[in-house]
């Protein structure tokens, strides 16, 4: 049981460039976030998947897309990267209906845009 | 407005002492849910431990415990007999509404950096 793992741990892109950052879970958990944390600042939500085959805008949405592949898999993607997307990615997942209490985080993606 | 407000940037405390991190939401819905989070050096999100606001009695988890104030709004976290490997980042944040399918968005406060002296 791994819990959440993303992938990849570290990557720099140049300004332009596309790249997805990919998050599985084998929790059999329904929902699953994606999250930004800059320096000095809390996590902020970019996308949500509340079930397999839906997604919806967080927090920070703009210059970001997602696909909920399956139950196991949420994948972001940056088409066109920008320094301000310089950060460090977070994919969350959890059992619904638990109060938010277990609420499981991947270990981090550092993206550094130059 | 701050829907999360951490006003301690940082804070130094004496291995062994209590520490009191403090945290303030803002919320207009009555179903809410209140979380602290350790981040240490290494970078993973590590759950500490949660209050809903429903909750009559303050949470508790071993050295942790949550001092709910709802009044006040505030949910600040107490550790007890603090460890050198409690230095971190610790986090608040907060679920508004009920916890139902796919309702589980965090709000996250700025953090306090804790460092345990020994």
Redesign the interface.
Known sequence: NAGVTQTPKFQVLKTGQSMTLQCAQDMNHNSMYWYRQDPGMGLRLIYYSASEGTTDKGEVPNGYNVSRLNKREFSLRLESAAPSQTSVYFCASIRSGTGGKTQYFGPGTRLLVL | AQK?TQTQPGMFVQEKEAVTLDCTYDTSDPSY?L?WYKQPSS???I?LI?Q?SYDQQNATEGRYSLNFQKARKSANLVISASQLGDSAMY?C?M?EGR?????????????TRLTIIP
């Open positions: 999360i849910g979380f970078g993973e999100m759950f949660y809903g986090f944040a679920r916890s139902n399918f796919g309702n589980e968005k965090l709000t996250f406060g700025t953090g």
